[in-house]
């Protein structure tokens, strides 16, 4: 059996699959050129055709004997104004324009608005954004079924174009009935990640958890300002976070945008939780082969702030060069990973452990690489945490994750630096040192006198006793033996 070596790029790329990368061949060259997981949006087409994309993912295990990561993406509510009798109206700045309960098709006076919600919600001088933010409304009066408002930033508004309300908490569920049905499809499907949107407070994130019990692992995406003030409490129920820029960035002053990603970089970092950059990350290469300098520099903006992932979107799903984009974000990244101040930089978030065991093993283990020369750190792990808790210390040595659950490999797909390989369980302290160093020389992971850094819970195969750090040394006899 053919063996893959690990990539020794540490963070991870999330491509977004669509009808530019939905056939098995492309998945593979996209796969080849760097993607160490896939999304897949629910936000388009039809269940069936996602069911094959996660059969075309899934092949690729065989083909490259290592496990594969999905991300099945919920679309989330989506407010939208009705429609207008002549399919647009020109919005005047200064004008007045009325939002209502009545279904008749809207003028350039007043239009339906579908959300009994909003009405409740609303309070005088809060913004209702239209269209991605294109025009701005200013809320004057609000009575049970209307909202009068000011044009304050005017142009073309036609049919069902999308409403953000940016200032107050909606009190409308982050679950439409598609979505339940989405996530039902997903869970069945047996996909790794559930990405939820619309999260604004905990309370969404714990019926998500609810309703995937542990078949998944649930994705909040940070999208609205109201999870921004609330970020820890999601963080703490949520198995990780997604910076969703396109939406922060209609919500709020995109000069916000930059400063809030670092903050959520950052403390989901201090909390062990694997966090994905999004959004327009290399926008012009959907009809470009080549990126802009700045769209370069972002990218390596979130690998030097050590975001665990940074997404794709359109310019892998529907772009014209799916392929150059991932290649090239490999690129940007393995440049940045391989600055000599790269390690100094990702450092300066101080993720101090928790008073465990565990948290400080995982902590020594980073040290004990940075002072002893070590080739690699190897853990043991069947839920994963003690993989997270070490990819927390951002070591510098290659992180070779070890486990029986073939669900856990996969899932450690987004976390940084994690190689996870599914294995049989161990069962005792003398066979974990033999299958540790018979998998370090498999995967390229050490030569003839180099050290080891081991990482297991005794006893063997208990989830959450992580208790055990040994540093063994490699031989000239395990390699013959190999």
Not at 178 to 200: I, Y
Not at 361 to 373: P, Q
Not at 390 to 404: F, M
Request: aromatic share 4%.
């Amino acid at each position: 059996m053919q063996y893959h070596k690990p990539r020794m790029r540490k963070v991870r790329i999330l491509a977004t699959l669509g009808p530019a990368s939905d056939t098995p061949e492309m998945i593979e060259k996209l796969f080849r050129a760097g993607a160490d997981a896939f999304r897949i949006n629910m936000s388009h087409g039809e269940q069936a055709d996602k069911a094959r994309l996660v059969t075309h993912i899934r092949a690729l295990e065989k083909a490259y004997n290592r496990p594969t990561t999905i991300l099945v993406d919920l679309q989330g509510p989506k407010l939208r104004v009705g429609t207008f009798a002549g399919g647009k109206v020109e919005l005047k700045t200064g004008a007045e324009f009325r939002l209502d309960t009545d279904k008749k098709a809207g003028d350039v006076k007043r239009v339906h608005l579908p959300h009994p919600e909003i009405f409740a919600a609303l309070e005088v001088d809060a913004r209702l954004l239209l269209d991605d933010g294109k025009l701005v409304l200013r809320v004057t009066e609000i009575g049970p079924d209307h909202i009068k408002t000011i044009v304050e930033v005017g142009g073309m508004l036609s049919d069902r174009k999308g409403l953000n309300v940016p200032d107050v908490v909606v009190p409308i569920a982050a679950l439409t009935e598609k979505d339940r049905s989405d996530l039902a499809f997903a869970l069945e499907q047996g996909v790794d990640w559930v990405a939820m949107s619309f999260v604004q407070r905990p309370e969404d994130v714990a019926e998500g958890k609810k309703l995937i019990g542990n078949k998944a692992a649930l994705l909040a995406k940070i999208e609205k300002p109201a999870a921004i003030g609330r970020l820890e409490e999601i963080l703490e129920l949520a198995d990780g976070v997604m910076v969703a820029r396109g939406d922060l960035g209609v919500e709020l002053p995109p000069e916000q945008v930059p400063r809030l990603q670092k903050h959520i970089v950052s403390m989901a970092r201090q909390m062990g939780k694997p966090v994905v950059v999004a959004t327009q990350m290399l926008e012009s290469m959907i009809v470009s082969p080549t990126p802009t300098r700045a769209e370069v520099s972002d990218v390596a903006t979130a690998i030097y702030d050590g975001a665990d992932a940074v997404m794709l979107s359109a310019e892998t799903a529907a772009g014209a060069w799916p392929i150059e984009a991932v290649s090239i974000m490999d690129r940007i990244a393995q440049q940045v990973e391989s600055d000599p101040d790269f390690f100094k930089r990702i450092h300066f978030t101080e993720t101090r452990p928790d008073a465990t065991t565990a948290d400080a093993l995982a902590e020594a283990s980073g040290r004990i690489a940075d002072t002893v020369e070590t080739s690699a750190i190897i853990c043991f792990t069947s839920s994963g945490s003690t993989a997270r808790r070490i990819s927390r210390e951002r070591p510098s040595v290659p992180l070779l994750v070890l486990t029986a659950s073939k669900s856990t490999a996969r899932r450690l797909g987004l976390l940084w630096g994690a190689f996870a390989v599914p294995t049989k369980d161990i069962g005792s302290f003398e066979e974990m040192v033999a299958k540790g160093k018979r998998m370090a020389l498999r995967y390229s992971l050490g030569s003839a006198g180099a050290r080891l850094i081991m990482m297991a819970g005794v006893p063997f195969g208990t989830p959450g006793s992580t208790n055990v750090l040994h540093v063994v040394r490699l031989t000239g006899d395990e390699l013959k033996g190999h």
